[in-house]
């Protein structure tokens, strides 16, 4: 009797645990909702740069040579997207955009914060150049 009770607590227990969901994945290949691969974080850290780059170079375009070096990073981290897309790891385009950014920094008419976010887009850059993504 207390085998057969044992046994129906386990097999409702089991129901309705495999009901919630918890048994297995609403993903096919079995990932979990809400976490994203490196390549996914990487592709929304360099486009969060991007825009903020796109920001700080409205505001400090003072001359025709730093729109240029603005514009330039951004194409190329857009180039390395698009060549990430198709499986490609660009580091000369990554290390185009770094050096595009370094040539900022040494820019006298910089607001002091927006050479802040620029040396630490650039580092953030730099750390994913290193590790491949």
């Known amino acids: 009797m207390t085998a057969k009770l044992l046994s129906l607590a386990l097999l409702t227990s089991g129901a309705i645990f495999a009901q919630y969901g918890g048994y297995r994945s609403a993903d096919p290949y079995g990932r979990s909702y809400g976490r994203s691969s490196p390549y996914e974080m990487g592709q929304r850290r360099i486009d969060s740069i991007q825009q903020d780059l796109a920001q700080i170079g409205q505001r400090a375009a003072w001359d025709g040579w730093a729109r240029r070096r603005f514009s330039d990073a951004i194409e190329n981290l857009e180039r390395f997207q698009q060549n ?49 993504g």
């Open 84 to 132: 990430a897309s198709r499986g490609k790891f660009d580091r000369g385009r990554l290390d185009k955009a770094i050096d595009n950014l370094n040539r900022l920094l040494t820019a006298p008419e910089l607001y002091p914060r927006d050479r802040q976010r620029i040396a630490y887009h650039r580092d953030q850059l730099q750390s994913f150049r290193a590790r491949n």
